[in-house]
């Protein structure tokens, strides 16, 4: 038997040379940026879960299916998406035959980007011209998705402070000091800023789950 070498930076594995990105079989792959995340691989058929950021879901070649859940009058219909903006904390269900993109925003800087399906769609037609092995920021610049500076400046210094440092901001009281803030306004203003309230020793797993983003929580 023949030993493969595995290349754990590869994006695609083509049986043969192809034409374009959606006939070469693909490997799961997930890119990090400063509070941005990026998934390209199979469907993987997931349960129903949610977000912590706001997530973009592009098909690369077939059709997703997606359902989301809103209480109280619970789960909607299938409908047969290529692009979709799926808001965060949202509870949602994909089902894909074929390879899909994640976007996973920024919660600080992308909430301020109003994304209507028209811009979806045409994002997703720019992103498969591009080539296969497009980068985070080539993927977010697609849909006209550019780094922006948060509206409240210090919200912004404690969260970058918080991915670089997640360990040290075990209380709610240690991060509203470094924004200068009474803890009430602290938590007053990370909630209108990142769209979840910092709870005490929950903080930093909280401003860390904006910043990878890729990781979901089940219901």
């Given at each position: 038997m023949t030993k493969m070498k595995c290349n754990l930076d590869a994006?695609?594995?083509?049986?043969?040379?192809?034409?374009?990105?959606?006939?070469?079989?693909?490997?799961?792959?997930?890119?990090?940026?400063?509070?941005?995340?990026?998934?390209?691989?199979?469907?993987?058929?997931?349960?129903?879960?949610?977000?912590?950021?706001a997530t973009i879901a592009i098909a690369l070649k077939e059709s997703f299916s997606l359902r989301t859940f809103?209480?109280?009058?619970?789960?909607?219909?299938?409908?047969?998406?290529?692009?979709a903006l799926i808001p965060s904390e949202t509870l949602h269900h994909i089902k894909s035959d074929g390879p899909l993109a994640f976007l996973y925003l920024d919660p600080v800087t992308?909430?301020?980007?109003?994304?209507?399906?028209?811009a979806?769609?045409?994002?997703?037609?720019?992103?498969?011209?591009?080539?296969?092995?497009?980068g985070i920021h080539d993927a977010f610049g697609a849909f006209d998705i550019q780094p922006q500076r948060a509206r409240d400046a210090r919200i912004e210094r404690v969260v970058l402070e918080i991915e670089k440092r997640p360990a040290a901001f075990g209380r709610l009281a240690e991060a509203a000091e470094l924004a200068c803030l009474?803890?009430?306004?602290?938590?007053?203003?990370?909630?209108?800023?990142?769209?979840?309230p910092p709870i005490n020793r929950a903080i930093a797993g909280s401003a860390h789950m904006a910043a990878s983003a890729g990781k979901s929580s089940r219901r």
């Open positions: 994006d695609i594995l083509p049986a043969s040379p192809a034409k374009c990105f959606q006939e070469s079989p693909v490997l799961p792959r997930i890119c990090i940026a400063p509070a941005r995340a990026m998934y390209v691989g199979p469907g993987l058929q997931l349960e129903p879960h949610s977000n912590a950021a809103k209480p109280p009058s619970g789960w909607s219909e299938w409908r047969s998406c290529m692009s992308d909430r301020q980007h109003p994304l209507t399906q028209e979806l769609d045409r994002g997703r037609a720019q992103l498969l011209q591009m080539d296969p092995k497009f009474s803890p009430s306004r602290f938590r007053a203003r990370f909630q209108v800023a990142v769209g979840f």
